[in-house]
């Protein structure tokens, strides 16, 4: 059984930061990408940054030097780095990781719960 769980998600004012955790567990194999989507209300969902396993990392323009994607592969922890913090990237933040539980079986995607980001004065 895998889980992925986020955390690090709150209120905050506008130009302020927040750090997202998410944490994997389970019988995990081996993870080949990380990313963090986010979905606004009455919106679809967006992918906000992806790190794969080589280290390289994307952004979607909106958050393109503000938000950072890093990892921890000894603790199976990605984080997101978010500064300069604008109303409209208040959205609950998911984790998704594409990842397989045995050397020989496919990747799957899991995804984790979600933890709400609010930026508002």
């Known amino acids: 059984q895998v889980q992925l769980v986020e955390s690090g998600g709150g209120l905050v004012q506008p130009g302020g930061s927040l750090k997202l955790s998410c944490a994997a567990s389970?019988?995990?194999?081996?993870?080949?990408?990380v990313a963090w989507y986010r979905q606004a209300p009455g919106k679809g969902r967006e992918r906000v940054a992806i790190?794969?396993?080589?280290?390289?990392?994307n952004y979607a323009d909106s958050v393109k030097d503000r938000f950072t994607i890093s990892r921890d592969n000894a603790k199976n922890t990605v984080y997101l780095q978010m500064n300069s913090l604008k109303p409209e990237d208040t959205a609950v933040y998911y984790c998704?990781?594409?990842?397989?539980?045995?050397?020989?079986?496919?990747?799957?995607?899991?995804w984790g719960q979600g933890t709400q980001v609010t930026v508002s004065s």
């Open positions: 790190i794969i396993s080589g280290g390289t990392t």
């Open positions: 998704n990781a594409q990842l397989r539980t045995t050397s020989q079986g496919p990747f799957y995607a899991y």
């Open positions: 389970g019988s995990i194999f081996s993870i080949s990408a």
